[in-house]
């Protein structure tokens, strides 16, 4: 890799992280945009280090705040960005010290911030030199206890409050790296089948017994390592939100809705267990909608894909009803944090009250389009009451039609298991 490609990548990377933390946007949406300047060899490096400075960025900002006098503002902020980067990789990855340190200076080039070159060399050398005592004053100092967590405090208060035995094994895996899960293709075969296949690759996998189609990788793989992918034989897909199909018991010849349906695992797994239901997945986001057919045309599936939004069913539903329906509503994701840790820095506090009045409305209106002995299963992938238990509670005290089928269910996030998940099966009675 030579210098110009490294310090790029090192610019790329405090780009898309002030991107995040300055624009708002969400890392996976920033990263598909700057995609195009990231060459192959060098994308993985580039995710590692910043799905990692977000996972971690209470302990870096610590370590920057302690080590200037001033902070980076104005045109200079992107230059903060970058200490987060050259700090994680120091701290975070096994690229040498003098390597991290070299090439995340030689990125203020590229960032046309010249001037301040020596200010992030000396920043980055003086963190080499106080490392040890550094790091112990973060773990030691009372009041970085929150900051410990790597958490916003509104965050933690809410999950102390919901899971006050639990909060802290929550926490704790959240700032894990993610395990990877595989979707067995039942009708291609088993999941022993594909374990051997995995196998045969070296790929070493566990199963989990509750779900016949999971499997759980030992370690991460590029997609293109897993046998016959591209032909639909797998599909990546979380164990938590493997439950959603089995739950809803599609039946061939049904009628079924999969709505906020993008990016189309759902959708595929309802097909996969039904392959003659007559299913229609909608979503709101045009770009995501893309993902459902690149999805459906792996699989070599088949489903009727709709640009659609929630509050509005009467727009694009055409007067349809269902037999059954998948509302994987839209949530604050504070279940899936360790897959996506820019949530936490996203999020605010009152997003919560505004998701929930979203979420209710989404689920009123499509209530009406169940039929009669239907079957609605409720989604999220949050772990706040809010937008689950109390969510369901009140939409049965409002709908009289609606019957609770079993028990709720709320997933945690654990760790070498499956993300934080709610689901709630309703049944329509009248």
């Known amino acids: 890799m030579n210098n110009r490609s490294h310090q ?7 780009k898309a992280i002030f991107n995040v933390l300055e624009e708002g946007q969400s890392l996976s949406a920033t990263l598909i945009t700057l995609n195009y300047k ?79 070159k020596g200010v992030i060399n000396g920043v980055l050398r003086e963190f080499l030199r106080q490392q040890i005592s550094l790091q112990q004053k973060f773990t030691q100092d009372s009041k970085q206890q929150n900051q410990q967590s790597l958490h916003p405090n509104w965050l933690l208060t809410r999950l102390k409050q919901a899971y006050p035995q639990q909060w802290q094994a929550i926490v704790n895996a959240n700032n894990q790296k993610p395990p990877m899960w595989l979707r067995v293709n039942l009708n291609r075969y088993t999941v022993t089948e594909y374990q051997q296949l995995l196998a045969e690759q070296q790929i070493e996998s566990d199963t989990f017994a509750e779900l016949p189609s999971a499997l759980r990788l030992l370690s991460p793989v590029n997609v293109t390592k897993l046998p016959y992918f591209d032909n639909g034989a797998v599909t990546v897909q979380d164990l938590s939100a493997q439950y959603a199909a089995y739950l809803l018991a599609p039946q061939n010849g049904e009628h079924i809705l999969d709505m906020c349906a993008a990016p189309g695992g759902k959708t595929t797994h309802i097909l996969e267990v039904a392959p003659k239901a007559q299913v229609l997945a909608v979503d709101i986001d045009p770009s995501r909608v893309k993902r ?53 820095w996203l999020r605010r506090d009152n997003d919560i009250a505004q998701l929930t009045e979203l979420q209710h409305a989404i689920l009123t209106n499509i209530w009406s389009y169940l039929k009669i002995g239907g079957t609605l299963v409720y989604a999220t992938c949050s772990i706040l009451p809010d937008e689950n238990k109390l969510q369901i509670e009140r939409f049965l005290q409002e709908n009289t039609s609606a019957k609770l089928q079993g028990e709720l269910k709320q997933f945690l996030p654990i760790e070498n298991g499956g993300d934080g998940f709610f689901y709630a099966v309703l049944k329509k009675h009248s």
């Open 8 to 14: 790029n990548i090192r610019a790329i990377c405090a």
């Open 292 to 344: 459902i057919h690149e999805n459906l045309t792996r699989l070599n599936l088949h489903a009727k894909v709709k640009i659609g939004d929630g509050l509005t069913p009467e727009q694009w539903c055409e007067g349809q009803q269902f037999d059954r329906i998948l509302l994987d509503a839209p949530c604050s994701a504070t279940g899936v944090i360790r897959r996506h840790p820019d949530i936490k």
């Open 38 to 116: 990231i060459a192959d060899k060098d994308k993985a490096l580039v995710q590692e280090i910043c799905f990692g400075v977000m996972r971690v960025l209470p302990e870096l900002n610590f370590y920057i705040h302690t080590l200037m006098s001033k902070v980076l503002t104005g045109k200079n902020r992107i230059l903060h960005y970058l200490l987060l980067v050259g700090i994680y990789q120091i701290l975070y990855t096994r690229i040498p010290e003098h390597a991290a340190v070299g090439e995340t200076v030689n990125a203020v080039n590229t960032l046309k911030k010249t001037q301040l």
